[in-house]
């Protein structure tokens, strides 16, 4: 893990300081992440993080089996997110998971979090077992 990260931090480093072009970097870290990124990610990552957060946040690793999610597993992936609401690379990979097994768009656990303020893990838990499939 750490030779990923110290491999597509040298990527980012080479794309700053103007040896790499944008699109062979990101073409680069695509091969060896598991979170896909475009150039406009790669030119904008330093508005909302720093460069450390950033290699932690596209090389942390899916969590693969979000199929197998049950409540309990849920309530520990939530609890992890609330104690870590300092880390987007946890919050990521939890909530991508989390959203992927429940069927829930992007971007709703976090909303529900910091926009919301709902920090209650049974009640994130029952919205994200909540059906707002809308049928047509």
Not at 9 to 14: F, G, M
Not at 81 to 98: G, K, P, V, W
Not at 101 to 130: A, H, P, Q, V
């Amino acid at each position: 893990m750490e030779e990923l990260k110290s491999k597509i931090k040298e990527l980012i480093i080479r794309f700053e300081n103007g040896t790499e072009s944008a699109e062979k970097t990101v073409e680069n870290i695509n091969e060896l992440s598991s979170l896909k990124i475009d150039v406009d990610f790669l030119k904008n990552y330093w508005r909302s993080s720093d460069l450390v957060s950033f290699v932690e946040l596209i090389s942390t690793p899916e969590i693969e089996n979000w199929t197998e999610i049950d409540d309990e597993y849920a309530e520990k992936l939530i609890v992890e997110i609330l104690n870590n609401l300092d880390n987007d690379a946890l919050i990521n990979r939890n909530s991508t998971a989390l959203e992927k097994r429940f069927k829930k768009s992007t971007g709703t656990i976090s909303d529900w979090i910091f926009y919301d303020n709902i920090t209650d893990r049974i009640k994130i838990l029952e919205l994200l077992k909540t059906n707002t499939t809308i049928q047509l």
